[in-house]
């Protein structure tokens, strides 16, 4: 198994300096890896970093909490788009969806529409960890209605972290067009293994190194 192809080299640290953009650009492009993400602020220097090398450039919107207003997320995307990122990882409003709310649909749906029409990809981060099962169930069937690319578990921030249990729960509701990125707590390999074979199509991880070596 290829694991380089499926990961997602991460570092959302608030302390990560320029330094950290670059040795994170350089390691992708040594090891292989799929892509990195980098908080809004470094996307343009981790773009310009890249260049050409095929990394794909992932940042985050509404991140890590969710409950911004719909303007701001959509701010948020717009402006990593503008700067060069090719997917946005959105922190959806679970305030919204313990409440019932509506919008939380609507939320997702303009920020999807916003991406897609820049011909970028959109994954949704449900935070598993504050969901029970059949939340994780109703969760995954809104993103896919909504029109998201992926579903993914966790920002890393919270409790808990990507479960195998989860990743194969939401595979089995989710249709095969939609990906699934594990991410939270994956610092071995046999961990990622464990994940990619339950369904994860993507795995965020900041011990990318140790997982392939």
């Given at each position: 198994?290829?694991l ?8 959302l640290?608030?302390t990560?300096?320029?330094?950290d953009?670059?040795?994170l650009?350089?390691?992708?492009k040594?090891y ?12 343009k220097?981790?773009h ?13 919107a ?16 717009k402006?990593?788009?503008d ?8 922190v ?11 919008w939380?649909?609507?939320e997702?749906?303009?920020c999807?529409?916003?991406t ?14 504050y969901l029970s099962?059949?939340?994780i ?9 909504a029109?998201?690319d992926?579903?993914?578990?966790s ?20 249709p095969?067009?939609?990906g699934i ?17 339950a ?5 965020g991880?900041?011990?990318?190194i140790?997982i392939v070596?």
């Amino acid at each position: 198994m290829n694991l380089a192809a499926h990961l997602e080299q991460t570092n959302l640290s608030p302390t990560l300096t320029i330094q950290d953009i670059d040795k994170l650009v350089e390691e992708a492009k040594q090891y292989n890896f799929f892509g990195i993400c980098v908080p809004p602020f470094w996307v343009k220097r981790a773009h310009r970093e890249i260049g050409v090398a095929p990394i794909t450039l992932v940042s985050v919107a509404g991140f890590p909490l969710g409950y911004n207003m719909t303007e701001t997320k959509l701010d948020d995307i717009k402006r990593a788009i503008d700067n060069g990122a090719h997917e946005v990882d959105v922190v959806w409003n679970i305030s919204s969806f313990k409440t019932n709310h509506e919008w939380t649909k609507i939320e997702l749906a303009k920020c999807a529409k916003l991406t897609h029409d820049n011909q970028r990809l959109l994954k949704v981060i449900i935070e598993t960890a504050y969901l029970s099962d059949e939340e994780i169930v109703k969760a995954c069937k809104m993103c896919s209605d909504a029109g998201a690319d992926f579903v993914k578990t966790s920002t890393g921030f919270a409790p808990s972290g990507a479960k195998v249990e989860h990743i194969r729960l939401m595979r089995s509701v989710l249709p095969k067009e939609v990906g699934i990125k594990a991410s939270g707590g994956i610092k071995t390999k046999d961990q990622a293994i464990a994940m990619i074979e339950a369904g994860a199509d993507r795995i965020g991880t900041s011990s990318g190194i140790q997982i392939v070596t």
